[in-house]
């Protein structure tokens, strides 16, 4: 995380000095958080809304710092989002995962890095996030390339790139129980990435499958969130198995230009080191 | 395809479809929002300080030119009343009619409503009925944008 301060200072430093300008748009929040893979949603999961707050008439921008702390393992990610009138994000992210305590049985430095750089599309097909009838509908493709190869070749991973296409379907229920807002959110994805891409494409027990996302969420008020995420993973690689992640995550929007996410995250085995769990801390700047 | 894996599919399909099926969920009972608005006079003092930040908005104001403002404010207090299950009766146009030629856009449909949001947050209505208030007036929409 302090690795990426500066950015991030550099980010949040734009984005204030630009606060003035933003009054209207999209309801606070509706712009959901960078997740891991770079596009709107919550961490974990992608969802149908698009970064920022941009509506029929306008563009928006954003950038992120995500920094997940396991017992293992650091995995820092930075990116930024476009986003085109409320109809189509663009979206880049970089992940840089620090093997830590991995690299001893390795026999390897252990200053070695996993790194992907993930270049992503998301459309919004139909409906919306709170009005008329239909919950808002959007398909994404995220095409992740791995940029350290080396160690998931070794461990039998078949390709250095891939590409995720994910269909997501995400609605807030505005007076949901105890008269708080509701959001649910289910993501459908066809992937063959090992531990997102970090550990490569494909492997010895399969390629590509259907995998299943879900996120709720309860705003407690129009600035704080609490909520839940699940995410179902492939299951590649026979040198060691790979689990469904899920993270509980409490959300605050400061405005529409700064928004926090703090999770605790549950990521099971990686990479044969077990049952990692550790906190998630990611920070959005948003300009629109 | 492992047991729970199917499993998994399954809820996500579920939750799509119970979000297709749903509608914002209304209050059973009305009558309760209208006194947590405060009745009559909670009702006439959001609506006051709503109508005031609403009209004197710069990014709003273009849209009131030609609106009598005290008349808004009956409307908006009956119509309001009214939602909530309180004894009024609004009797202003409807929706569609009373936005003819406004283009209302989708930004400033949703900055009425956060001011609307702030409104109440100023006169302390709790985050449960303000957002019952919204999900009554939600369904509007699309009778208010873009006319």
Known sequence: MMKRLPSLIAGLALCCLTAAASADGRLLGTGGATQLEGAAGGGLVPWAVLGGYATEDDYSVTVATTGVRSDDYDLNAFGASFSVKNKIEFSFMRQELDIGALSAPLGIDPNTQLKQDIAAVKLRLYGDLIYGRWPQFAVGVQHKKNTTFGIPSVAGARFDSGTDVYISAT?????????????????????????????????????????????????????????????????????????????????????????AVLAWSHLGDIATLKDQRGMYLSIQGSYW | MTKFRRD????????????????????????????????????????????????????????????????????????????????????????????????????????????????????????????????????????????
């Open chain 1, 171 to 259: 609605r807030l229920f505005i007076a949901g129980p105890f008269g708080r807002s509701l959001l649910v959110n289910g993501t459908l994805r066809s992937t063959s990435a090992n531990q997102l891409g970090l550990l490569g494409f494909g492997g010895d027990k399969g390629e590509r499958s259907l995998n299943a996302e879900f996120s709720t969420a309860v705003l407690l008020n129009h600035k704080a969130a609490i909520g839940f995420e699940y995410r179902q993973k492939p299951d590649n690689l026979s040198f060691a198995k790979e689990d469904d992640w899920f993270d509980l995550f409490g959300a605050y929007f400061f405005n529409k230009n700064v928004s």
């Open chain 2, 8 to 147: 998994m599919q399954c809820l996500v399909i579920a939750t799509a479809f119970t979000m297709l099926t749903s509608c914002s969920s209304v209050p059973s009972n009305k009558v309760a929002l209208y006194q947590q608005l405060g009745g009559d006079s909670g009702i006439e003092n959001i609506v006051d300080e709503f109508v005031y930040i609403m009209a004197t908005h710069p990014k709003l104001a273009s849209l009131f030119e030609f609106t009598d403002i005290e008349t808004l404010r009956g409307h908006l207090e009956d119509q309001f009343c009214e939602l909530s299950g309180g004894p009024c009766t609004y009797s202003g146009r409807g929706m569609i009619e009373s936005h003819e030629g406004m283009n209302v856009s989708h930004g400033e449909f949703n900055l009425v409503v956060e001011l609307l949001q702030q409104a109440m947050r100023t006169h302390r209505v709790p985050v449960g009925p303000q957002n019952r208030l919204i999900a009554l007036l939600a369904p509007m929409h699309e009778d208010v944008v873009h006319r």
